[in-house]
């Protein structure tokens, strides 16, 4: 590793740092609508079971290749074979790609904390005010220069003096936050109690194969994997701290806040809606339309509404500026850049990428690509293609060109491998059928040719 590369102060900013990129905006909203969707506690149960697995094995082993080799993602991958330099170039288009429409949508976010705030909590539970909202042209690229201005701000400080020292106080800050939440919405709504049931006791009768992709591609998506975030952050790791506590500490971490992200939710919901799953929804239609109309039914909810969103927007936060450090360390490894001048140059990139996908709501709502909205088709072809795309071939490549025992080697620098026979398993054979599994189904459902 580079003398001059920056580093985590310690194991608590690494997994705080690598926490906050995990847990985001998919905890918040889409753990709990595809909890609703696939069984409640039959998919609660199917998810615990494959983050232990199948999610750890891909962790420790992009965090392993990022420590290793001390290079963000694309350097890694050359590093350790020319060959699967591509492989580096896909990964570091992932979080460029995501970060611009993520901003938008913590823009949007921002928005509605601020009308909280602001006392326009009733008119916010209106039918047609998201709609109008996401439908004016200013207005949301006002909150989006705000949202995204406030993470290249936080990445400019670099690894020690902003990322690591904002994570160590948000995150601890979003995960009380989300307890109090669901606590006040368990205990204070009727009919909280039948969600929580609902939501907590596995019904095996509801158990499917799509219940377990639909776990798989909310696990994939939510922990940060196949997009040079993890390599990122182990580039900037000690040697003495250990690769396999951090990843088992980031997953609790991920999965304890998507874990009370539905128990916030659905118990709320479920009173709100005399328990008819449905009215979850998806999406924007679960946040921003269907949360406001629970917050204005609860006994003080423009208080909890607001510090609702707060939380919310601590989560994106955390994110967009793991999705930002990840593209600026692309920049200053490959072109040699300073920081300062990557993170202006990631910063114009992504306004110039964020704008169209705030406008595809509304001046350039005509416009559509494979029948999706500007916004929609970055998702898809981020998420649905190319994260499952770069992890397939990240598992074939630790399993079959620098094998398992370089991973496992680089594990124990600082200490036993406990589970690395459980590793070497998963990555070799478990997790390019899972992965490939959640490519075909992606694609299927959005094309509309199997509906998941």
Known sequence: MSSNRSSFTGKIGFVLAAAGSAVGLGNIWRFPYLAAKYGGGMFLLVYIALSVTFGFALMVAEIAIGRKTGKSAIEAFTALDKRFTFVGVLAAIVPAIILPYYSVIGGWVTKYLVGFVSGDASNMAGDAYFGNYIGSVGEPLLWFALFIGATAVIVLFGVEKGIEKVSKVLMPVLIALTLFIALYTIFSMDGAWDGVRYYLLPDFSNFSLMTVVAAMGQLFYSMSLAMGIMITFGSYMKKDISIEKSA????????????????????????????????????????????????????????????????VLLA????????????????????????????????????????????????????????????????????????????????????????PKAIIDEVELSGKFKWKKLFSVVIRYVAPVCILAILVSSVLDVFGIVKI
């Open 316 to 403: 994106a936060l955390t994110s967009s500026i793991s999705l930002m450090e990840t593209v600026v360390s692309v920049f200053m490894d490959k072109f040699k850049l300073g920081r300062r001048t990557s993170c202006l140059v990631v910063l114009g990139i992504s306004v110039l990428l964020g704008v169209p996908s705030s406008l595809g709501y509304s001046a350039w709502s005509d416009f559509t690509i494979l029948g999706m909205q500007v916004l929609d088709f970055f998702d898809f072809i981020s998420n649905s293609i190319m994260m499952p795309v770069v992890a397939l071939i990240t598992a074939i490549f630790v399993s079959f060109v620098i094998k």
């Open 248 to 311: 088992k500490q980031i997953e609790i971490f991920d999965t304890g806040v998507a874990f009370l992200a539905g128990l916030m939710i659905i118990p709320a919901v479920f009173a709100f809606s005399g328990g008819n799953e449905e009215a979850l929804g998806k999406g924007p239609s679960l946040m921003f339309v269907t949360l406001p109309k629970v917050f204005e039914a609860m006994p003080g909810g423009t208080i909890i509404g607001a510090v609702f969103f707060f939380m």
